[in-house]
């Protein structure tokens, strides 16, 4: 059975030890976020995270699952009011 090096991943028949993002990536957030306030964290992830700096900071999160080829269209149309 394999092993997932980061504490936040984790693949079938492996429990991820964490729900926490890695803390890069929420320092990547933040770093954004300083830059521009008005940022929108776009999520895209099967699994549950605890985003709770994101939530207090951040005036829009965007969840979305693994979808299909048109996920790149379907994001944008959300992120620019055209649905």
């Given at each position: ?19 926490d ?42 969840h ?20």
């Amino acid at each position: 059975m394999g092993k997932c090096e980061p504490l936040s991943d984790g693949k079938e028949a492996i429990d991820r030890r964490s729900i926490d993002l890695q803390p890069v990536q929420e320092q990547l957030i933040k770093d954004v976020f300083e830059a521009n306030p008005r940022t929108i964290v776009v999520l895209k992830a099967s699994f549950p995270f605890a985003i709770n700096w994101v939530q207090e900071h951040v005036p829009a999160i965007v969840h979305m699952a693994h979808n299909s080829q048109e996920e790149g269209s379907a994001l944008a149309d959300v992120l620019f009011g055209r649905l």
